[in-house]
């Protein structure tokens, strides 16, 4: 099994929820590191994948929003610094993969599968044999202890439950 690194130049960790009930909030974490592992990346049914997510590198564009999400009321950065993922299963999907692993949130471990898009193979300028990924999952905060809300006038919560995770990652050979 050959060792991949992730481009985080040319990566992205992004995740996105319904706001009021009307619109989206988007975000990032931006900054992760990953372990990959694969005897040949165009099929990842070999591979071993694991990604930790740095809960106080979120970004919303808001530093009131994003002081709020490392509190207790939801991620609790102070005890639960980290978001984890370490794949369990990966099947084949016609050209495409479904990643299943353990995701960890606030302490709480989920089953989660990952909808994986190969983009295809190239070489960089610099010689360097370049794989590219899309992968996305939908998760139920309420389900990984992300319960806080709060009921608005109108009708209805302003955070939905449902959070869309992206991942878009280039990987390289490790060197």
Do not use: C
Not at 115 to 127: A, F, I, L, Q, S
Not at 138 to 154: M, P, V, Y
Not at 156 to 162: A, C, M, R, S
């Amino acid at each position: 099994m050959a060792k991949w690194t992730v481009d985080q130049s040319h990566s992205a960790v992004g995740f996105e929820v319904k706001h009021m009930m009307v619109s989206k909030v988007k975000g990032s974490f931006d900054s992760y590191t990953a372990d990959v592992e694969a005897a040949d990346l165009t099929d990842l049914t070999t591979a071993s994948i694991a990604f930790t997510f740095d809960v106080a590198s979120i970004n919303t564009r808001s530093e009131d929003r994003e002081n709020h999400l490392k509190s207790a009321d939801f991620f609790d950065v102070e005890n639960y610094p980290t978001i984890d993922f370490k794949s369990t299963n990966i099947v084949k999907d016609g050209d495409d993969f479904k990643v299943t692993g353990d995701l960890t949130i606030k302490g709480v471990t989920k089953p989660v599968t990952f909808d994986v898009e190969y983009g295809g193979k190239g070489t960089n300028p610099w010689g360097v044999e370049v794989y590219g990924f899309e992968a996305a999952a939908k998760i139920n905060r309420e389900e990984f202890g992300l319960t806080w809300n709060a009921a608005l006038e109108t009708g209805g919560v302003l955070v939905g439950k449902d959070i869309k995770i992206k991942v878009e990652l280039e990987v390289n050979p490790a060197a």
